[in-house]
């Protein structure tokens, strides 16, 4: 069993890091914007910003259980920090770019980097299958109240800068550094973890890790591995045409809205997600994982398509409330089903593998999302799109999957 003070540490640190990416998520295409790039330039910062992060956590995850899950996880917090110091001290985009490249950002909001694919490993070597739903929905709980209190937090503060006296420029500048700050917190909370939550021994691999590793740590799971991981490609691709940031730059050019409001209503949105993630338990057991991941996924998704065509601001906001109340029950679920399809051995790779390959599909399309978004006449597409792809992925996962048997 592991020292009491690792798993309130391991939440503390979601609850951290989720904040700060909530905190920076609502202001972070209008910094951008303040700091002269065109739209075209946010969106290709968007992209490569996840495809560093895509680069960095297949490097570091391959490698967390050999190297050392602590000390890899201290590196990824630490990426935080350098990101935030490049992006709050320089206008320059080719450094911004570096910055977005190497260092870990979130634009939507959600769970990027490292992080995620070693704890879900760590929590899940403690926890029996048949309260695996329950666990990772409290940690996708306590995750998504931490980017509501973030992105109430990051918009209020911009705002009242503004108030006080401050361009908005340097009110977004001051937002970033609290992402900074965070990440020095996340350092030093996870330098305080036991070795406990490093693999057993008898399941540690000797030698140094290679710098590339064919199998990517995966064995006898490695075929429905990569099924699984090239459809949340998809799903996780049509994500990227509206993460929190364009959204949130969408209300603000369609409507006017300033940056206290984005903040309360991405702080409703993610509380309203965090409720529903930790409802998708009853559920799962019920009518199971995959039917409950498709099943709430769907309709999920209808509504995200209705948000551009609503003609109001009261009826845009209710409907991306309403979409948000369900749209997070097939995240604790398809987590527990992807440590459910894989051995115990391959967990880590598996969670990985399969959340890079998420991180991949959302890097892609801000690139594309960015000059829609710009354009009045086309801003609403990027919803449709989503949705529509959403939808998609959906259905062939219920295809591809439904006849699997997992423990």
Known sequence: MWPRRDLPILFGTRILRLFAYGFLSVVLALYLQAAGLSEGRIGLLLTLTLVGDTLISLWITTRADRVGRKRM??????????????????HSFW?????????VISPSGNEVGPFLAIEQAALSEEIAADRRTRVFAWYNLVGSFATAVGALAGGGLAQLLQIKGLSALDSYRV?????????VAMVVLFLGLSRSVEPPVAKRVAGNPA????????????????????????????????????????????????PATLGSIFFGANVLA?????????????IGLLRTMVGTHIPSNV????VPLMPSLPLAIDVLLLRFSISQMD???RQAYTMALVTPPERSAAAGVTGIARTVGAALSPLIAGPLFASAALSGLPFLISGGLKIVYDLAIWKVFSKVKVE
């Open 73 to 90: 996880l201290a590196a990824g917090a630490a990426l935080m920090v350098f990101a935030a110091i490049l992006f709050a001290s320089t």
């Open 95 to 103: 450094l911004l770019l570096l910055a977005a490249t190497v260092g």
């Open 175 to 183: 937002v970033v550094v609290g992402y900074g700050a965070a990440g």
């Open 211 to 258: 710098w590339f590793q064919a199998n990517l740590g995966l064995h006898e799971s490695r075929g429905n591995v990569f099924k699984l991981a090239s459809l949340f490609t998809v799903d996780a691709f049509a994500g990227g045409f509206v993460v929190q940031a364009f959204v949130a730059y969408w209300f603000h050019s369609r409507f006017g809205v300033a």
């Open 274 to 286: 965090g409720i529903s993630a930790l409802s998708a338990t009853w559920l799962a057991r019920r």
């Open 303 to 306: 509504l995200l398509i209705l």
């Open 331 to 333: 995240v604790p679920t």
